[in-house]
């Protein structure tokens, strides 16, 4: 039989184990069954009770350290263990377990480290352990730089898997300011066991020495920026400053300066290659560039790769070129009732030359207007001025405009100054000093009148007239269509003519043949002097015949022209160049007629009826005009 068990480390005496074995005698049968324990392997370490079979620790102190592996060989005996009973063994494995009561150890107390100068931040130059013979986490190691020389240039830390110490560095060494640094490191458990703080402090402490390596390093300006000034009259050439590095090394080298050749702006400037000095190398402009920014870089003579650079910034001063300004505006307005000491504008200065601190602009009324002025400056010496009313009230009728020249200076070196004409228009404003209106069409309005019922009153005269014009423009149309001449109206042509005709027997003074021409017909036209009840079509007549009768033609469309509700009745008249039987009129030919036209007497034409009305007032009046009646 075979047990395993893991025990602490204790002190004399300690339980550990308690075994216990079987025997199957009667046990009420003398001493048969009566067992009795023994250790037969594990002395002197462990004991065991012979009647209760509970292992003990039987030496002080055990330390796993020592030894961690036990091996205890158990007898058990019966007939209570006399000579003649019977005996069984087993084996129990005992493992003593750790616990934290060693404190690390430095294995020497210098450790020495050697580190290049040009080493970067964060990087780790060395590692330093202590020795712990504990097991697990009572091992676990701390460590920390005791505050003292170095202490602000390095760090450790702990390795979590091999419990080292890394020493870091936190800021950049330099060969040429220190060679050696010296501080101590101490090493502590980072879990204490309580029950072992009486054997000591759990922690140790080493030294560590650190020597820095000489690294060939490139030049070292004195100035991480420099900064300078020039004026922008300067003349080319001219030196307006200088940088200056140096090699730190143990075996200084010379050190050669150019220009960082990156814009077009870098060639304003030169530097010397040996001495470091900067000059200018055009004209330059404060107004164009008020400021140049490029870098300078320095080369070791004794090996050029090594390199430095820093920045230049050169700010370009001004020089009084330019005179001040009025900012805005340059027009104003003053209300015609102003009064005298008022402020009616405040006008400020610009200047394009760069203005130093403290700078002040003046203003004053130029001499010739100084005069009996209508307006004067009253300057406020605070880079501002007020334009002020020297009389009371002001009339657009007499004047509308006012100039008014004012002089700016500045306080530079040398002194500039500039007139600038202000344009003060009068205007018309309420008693509260609001403008109302500013316009010259403005002064002829008449009091209280606004501009818009000025426009409502224009444009109701114009609308009046375009009525007047188009009432005027029907008029004459519908004069025109009254007073239709006869040529406009097919129906009543008469045919002239001026030669005396031979009779009914002449047939040649008179081309009859045009009467039987169908093609000289015209379409039926709507009357137009008066609106007829209903527009209706014209009929479309059935074309007529070459050889038809000229009686049936006429008869034909005078029936036409009685049904036809568009022929004109009453005041019209149709005329015929036929002579019709049965008239009551009779023949209205000249043949027949009387001999001369006094001896006519037109009076029975108003017996026809109303078709000849028109042509017996015709004839009324030319008897009533007749010459020879006239007394």
Not at 327 to 334: D, H, K, M, Q
Not at 518 to 526: F, G, R, S
């Amino acid at each position: 039989m075979c047990e395993n068990t893991e025990w602490k480390e204790a002190s004399f005496g300690a339980y550990v184990l308690q075994v216990k074995a079987t025997d199957a005698d009667d046990p009420t049968y003398g001493n048969s069954a009566r067992v009795v324990y023994s250790i037969l392997q594990g002395q002197p370490y462990f004991s065991i009770d012979p009647k209760t079979g509970v292992i003990r620790t039987a030496l002080p102190n055990m330390d796993r350290e020592v030894k961690e592996q036990y091996q205890v060989l158990i007898q058990a005996k019966d007939m209570g263990g006399q000579l003649g009973g019977l005996a069984g063994t087993t084996i129990v494995n005992i493992t003593l377990t750790d616990v934290n009561d060693n404190p690390p150890r430095f294995p020497k107390s210098i450790f020495h480290l050697k580190v290049p100068e040009s080493s970067p931040i964060g990087s780790a130059i060395g590692r330093i352990r202590a020795v712990d013979p504990d097991f697990g986490q009572n091992a676990e190691i701390e460590y920390n730089i005791v505050p003292g020389d170095g202490g602000n240039l390095f760090d450790i830390v702990t390795d979590e898997d091999t419990q080292e110490g890394v020493i870091k560095l936190k800021k950049p060494l330099d060969f040429e300011t220190k060679k050696a640094y010296t501080f101590k490191v101490e090493a502590s458990n980072l879990h204490l066991d309580h029950r072992f703080h009486s054997a000591g402090p759990f922690k140790d402490t080493a030294t560590v020495k650190i020597s820095v390596l000489d690294v060939d390093e490139p030049p070292v300006f004195s100035k991480p920026l420099y900064t300078m000034e020039v004026y922008e009259d300067t003349p080319v050439g001219t030196i307006i400053g200088a940088v200056t590095a140096q090699d730190l090394d143990v075996g200084s080298s010379a050190v050669r300066y150019f220009i960082d050749w990156k814009s077009d702006g870098d060639s304003y400037f030169t530097i010397d290659g040996t001495e470091g000095t900067i000059a200018t190398n055009e004209l330059l402009d404060r107004e164009s560039t008020a400021q140049y920014n490029f870098s300078i870089i320095a080369s070791k003579v004794s090996n050029p790769l090594l390199t430095s650079k820093v920045n230049i910034l050169i700010n370009v001063l001004d020089v009084n070129e330019f005179p001040p300004e009025i900012s805005v505006p340059y027009e104003t307005a003053v209300c015609e009732n102003a009064k005298l000491g008022q402020i009616i504008q405040i006008v400020s200065a610009a200047d394009r030359d760069l203005s130093p601190a403290g700078q002040q602009f003046s203003f004053r009324l130029s001499p010739e207007a100084a005069i009996k002025p209508n307006f004067t400056v009253r300057d406020f010496r605070n880079n501002t001025a007020g334009i002020e009313t020297r009389r009371n009230g002001y009339s657009r009728r007499q004047q509308e405009l006012y100039f008014l020249p004012v002089v700016i200076e500045d306080s530079s070196y040398p002194v500039q100054s500039s007139t600038n004409t202000m344009t003060i228009r009068v205007c018309r404003c309420d008693s509260d000093g609001t403008i109302l209106s500013c316009n010259v069409e403005a002064i002829f309005l008449p009091v209280g009148l606004s501009t818009g019922a000025l426009i409502a009153i224009l444009l109701c005269i114009v609308i009046l007239l375009a009525i007047v014009v188009l009432y005027i423009a029907l008029r004459r149309q519908k004069k025109k269509d009254t007073l239709m001449t006869s040529k406009e109206d097919i129906r009543d042509n008469v045919i002239h003519y001026d030669d005396e005709g031979g009779g009914e027997e002449d047939t040649q003074a008179f081309d009859i043949g045009a009467l039987r021409n169908p093609k000289v017909i015209e379409e039926n036209k709507i009357r137009r002097d008066i609106k007829p009840d209903s527009l209706c079509l014209p009929r479309q007549r059935p074309p007529v015949e070459d050889n038809t009768d000229i009686r049936d033609f006429i008869h034909q469309r005078l029936q036409e022209n009685d049904v036809d509700p568009t022929a004109p009745p009453y005041d019209s008249l149709a005329t015929y160049a036929y002579e019709g039987n049965g008239s009551v009129a009779e023949s209205l030919s000249s043949i027949d007629s009387v001999t001369t036209e006094a001896d006519q007497d037109y009076d029975y034409l108003t017996d026809w009826g109303p078709r000849f009305k028109v042509l017996a007032d015709m004839f009324g009046e030319e008897e009533s005009y007749n010459p020879d009646k006239v007394t």
